[in-house]
């Protein structure tokens, strides 16, 4: 496990309110599921990490970087309903980062979103039972 420190500010101003807080990422260098991933983060009192903004992303690539899996878990997933992309915190993704033409549309039920541990770092949606690595936030962030 490795441990970043940042200054997470909210992008996304018609959503949430502008926030500047201190955020522990942790990259955790095991496989697992999403469900898996996410309820052993809950276990720990965290989430899956919400990439609100390009400076949560950039602190994102550089952990990834330490990844064993091709691809990383974030805390991303689709709502069939709603065919849209939300945070596991509840809010709409609307900072995002895809592989182009990867997330758009609205064939991803039962998907969730990771990170390239490679190339551009960008997103792509996969099954939820692919075992992958993940990355949690240290505390759990309060925004809405
Ligand atoms: C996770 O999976 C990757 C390949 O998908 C493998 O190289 C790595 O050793 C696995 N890590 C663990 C802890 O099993
Ligand atoms: C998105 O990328 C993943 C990983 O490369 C791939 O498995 C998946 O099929 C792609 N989905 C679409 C809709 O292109």
Redesign the pocket.
Known sequence: MCEIWFDAAGACPSFLPLISISVPLILVQENMTWNEAQSYCRENNVDLVSVYSEEIQNWVERMVRSATSSHVWLGLRFSCRLKLWFWVTGSVACYQNW?P??GSGAGHCGNTGAVQSGGGHQW???PETQKLNFIWNKDRINIL
Do not use: E
């Open positions: 592989v033409g990867n792509v949606s996969l």
